[in-house]
């Protein structure tokens, strides 16, 4: 009984080994990198427009959609 969990055992560990051995080197997806997530404009004059620009890296190989922004 104790052989027939060992030869499962092997069998298993083979398999996942050729399964992990038939997956590509990089899985294709999307990966956004928002290095700089807040930004403070300090004291402004309510009146007078501010802006930033947020820069967002995609290192990922598929294309990265941005769906929704919000302001906080």
Same mark, same amino acid.
């Given at each position: 009984? @104790?052989?027939?969990?060992?030869s499962?055992l092997v069998? %298993?560990?083979?398999?996942?080994?050729? #399964?992990?051995? %038939? #997956?590509?080197d990089?899985?294709? %997806? %999307?990966?956004?990198?928002?290095?700089?997530?807040?930004?403070d404009?300090?004291?402004?004059?309510?009146?007078v427009?501010v802006? @930033?620009?947020?820069?967002?890296?995609?290192?990922g *190989?598929? *294309? #990265? @959609?941005? *769906?929704e922004?919000?302001?906080?």
């Amino acid at each position: 009984m @104790h052989m027939k969990r060992i030869s499962m055992l092997v069998m %298993a560990c083979a398999f996942a080994c050729c #399964l992990g051995a %038939a #997956l590509p080197d990089e899985i294709p %997806a %999307a990966a956004p990198v928002v290095p700089e997530r807040v930004y403070d404009f300090g004291e402004v004059i309510e009146t007078v427009p501010v802006e @930033h620009d947020f820069i967002i890296k995609n290192p990922g *190989t598929e *294309t #990265l @959609h941005i *769906t929704e922004a919000r302001p906080s």
